[in-house]
């Protein structure tokens, strides 16, 4: 049996029941707004730490370049270099050819390029999604300048608020990083 207390309007039984119910509504939508928030924090994350871990790989390279001026900026460098996926492919044949044990023996400043070539596109192939590199050391004029282009490349996804309205083919794109190095 109810019981209405003392002084309560018999039109107004049930309301607190509906202002609950509304709540729970506005308090739902919101959760899924901020679940929704948290998915795209966690996608932008990933994109981030790509786009981190190629720019800390383009200045170890560049490191290295500036640590064996001897083939470097001698201007021995062929003029493009790429790194295959798999790291073990040099597109120079001369740099290819070269023993690159570095760590137990003594090499020239041609094996140390040949070395520290393999090794920078083996970890860009085993840390980045599709990573590849690329180094460009054209002949300029300048007798004492040598300026090589590096290039770390990596597949993306993009993320989106609404998936739906992203173009399926451009929902993972090559994204590429460039840094101009003097050794």
Excluded at 88 to 102: E, G
Aim: hydrophobic content about 50%.
């Amino acid at each position: 049996m109810f019981v209405r207390p003392v002084g309560a309007d018999p039109r107004r039984a049930g309301f607190s029941l509906i202002e609950v119910m509304i709540t729970l509504a506005i308090t739902a939508v919101g959760l899924l707004g901020v679940a929704k928030m948290q998915a795209l924090a966690i996608g932008n994350t990933k994109t981030a730490g790509s786009r981190a871990l190629a720019a800390i790989h383009a200045a170890g390279m560049a490191s290295a370049m500036h640590a064996n001026k001897a083939y470097w900026a001698a201007r021995l460098a062929p003029a493009n270099v790429s790194v295959n996926v798999g790291a073990s492919v040099l597109s120079d044949a001369t740099l290819q050819a070269q023993n690159t044990d570095c760590v137990s023996s003594n090499c020239t400043p041609v094996q140390m390029a040949a070395y520290d070539l393999k090794l920078w596109g083996t970890a860009l192939t085993r840390q980045l999604p599709g990573g590849t590199g690329a180094l460009a050391c054209p002949v300029v004029v300048s007798p004492t300048q040598v300026e090589c282009t590096l290039t770390v490349s990596w597949s993306e996804r993009h993320v989106g608020v609404n998936p739906a309205i992203l173009d399926a083919a451009k929902q993972e794109a090559t994204q590429s990083l460039v840094l101009l190095v003097q050794p």
